[in-house]
């Protein structure tokens, strides 16, 4: 049973461009959450989605960043019109739909902004 | 506001001592409390949860936590430490309302000297 899968491990992107990360929760998961850690923090909550539905997006900077978790396929997490301050290791985490909170995050992809 | 605080960013124990990692947060309803550790490049593992079970908190590796609603506290704690120790380690809350959304201490860096 594979866990949290997400792809890229490493990106990198000039300033500007697009880029798309994207998450394939465990099997049987129906529950994802996008994190943000910035370089010295800790993860900073981002986005909340079940399938095809944005559940909480409180943690989404207001303009660039869209989430989706469509019926078929991973989840995808997109930066539009990226700058060096969106560097940073996003983490996907999924969940079933029962509410034990059992989280299991992937290993995460590295945006590096140049 | 801040919600969960780790006091010391970097702890350094020596090989088989004990492992105190310290853990607070804020709030009027005692939330769901979570410790995960993260090593180098990789994602995030759950080490243990408090879901208002039991307040002695048994985890992977040999480390366990204690809820002390009087101190609001969730002390990580191991007897004796090992080499593979060494990682970052995060504690977080799930708060009343917060619809499964993850709030992360900054982080403590647990270094083990043979």
């Known amino acids: 049973n594979a866990g949290v899968m997400q792809n890229p491990r490493h990106l990198v992107r000039r300033r500007g461009q697009e880029a798309r990360l994207r998450c394939s929760p465990m099997k049987g998961h129906s529950h994802v959450y996008w994190y943000r850690q910035l370089p010295e923090e800790g993860l900073k909550f981002m986005v909340y989605l079940q399938k095809e539905n944005i559940i909480d997006e409180s943690g989404m900077p207001k303009e660039r960043f869209s989430a989706e978790f469509p019926k078929e396929g991973p989840s995808i997490l997109r930066i539009q019109q990226v700058v060096r301050g969106d560097s940073a290791a996003y983490f996907c985490?999924?969940?079933?739909?029962?509410?034990?909170?059992?989280?299991?995050f992937g290993s995460g992809t590295r945006l590096t902004v140049v | 506001a801040q919600s969960v605080t780790q006091l010391g960013s970097h702890v350094s124990v020596s090989e088989g001592a004990l492992v105190l990692l310290r853990c607070n947060y804020s709030?009027?309803?005692?939330?769901?409390l979570f410790w995960y550790v993260q090593y180098p490049n990789q994602g995030l593992q759950l080490l243990l949860k408090y879901t208002s079970a039991a307040t002695l908190v048994k985890g992977i590796n040999g480390f366990e936590a204690e809820f002390k609603k009087s101190e609001t506290s969730f002390h990580l704690t191991k007897p004796s430490a090992h080499m593979r120790d060494a990682a970052e380690y995060f504690c977080a809350v799930i708060l009343s309302g917060s619809a499964r959304q993850l709030t992360f201490g900054s982080g403590t860096q647990l270094t083990v000297l043979p």
């Open positions: 985490a999924s969940s079933p739909p029962s509410s034990n909170y059992g989280y299991t």
């Open positions: 709030s009027s309803v005692p939330p769901y």
